[in-house]
């Protein structure tokens, strides 16, 4: 059974920062993705980060780059996302993803972020 758990949202003032953190268990990732999704209320699921677990290929929606920096650690099988110069519209339920061939096959619970202007 896969496991994804986010944790680190939280509430932040326009221009501040949030570390988010995606614990992974229940199998080996080798050769999959793992990605940052985030979806604020009424609005379609959107894409932000992804990373290739086998090498350090990344990805980033047009709307974070530069801002958002994601990273991972096979040894403890997590990957974060760094958030900074953050923005009201980046205020959405953030989850964490596994996927593989094309398709994001687990999900996590999704962790509140809340950016204050």
């Known amino acids: 059974q896969v496991h994804l758990v986010e944790s680190g949202g939280g509430l932040v003032q326009a221009g501040g920062s949030l570390r988010l953190s995606c614990a992974a268990a229940?199998?080996?990732?080798?050769?999959?993705?793992l990605a940052w999704f985030r979806q604020a209320p009424g609005t379609e699921r959107e894409f932000v980060a992804a990373?290739?677990?086998?090498?350090?290929?990344?990805y980033y929606a047009a709307s974070v780059k530069g801002r958002f920096t994601i990273s991972k650690d096979n040894a403890k099988n997590t990957v974060d996302l760094h958030m900074n110069s953050l923005k009201p519209e980046d205020t959405a339920v953030y989850l964490c993803?596994?996927?593989?061939?094309?398709?994001?096959?687990?999900w996590g619970q999704g962790t509140q972020v809340t950016v204050s202007s």
């Open positions: 993803a596994a996927g593989i061939e094309g398709t994001y096959k687990y």
């Open positions: 229940g199998r080996t990732f080798s050769g999959w993705t």
């Open positions: 990373i290739y677990w086998s090498g350090t290929n990344t």
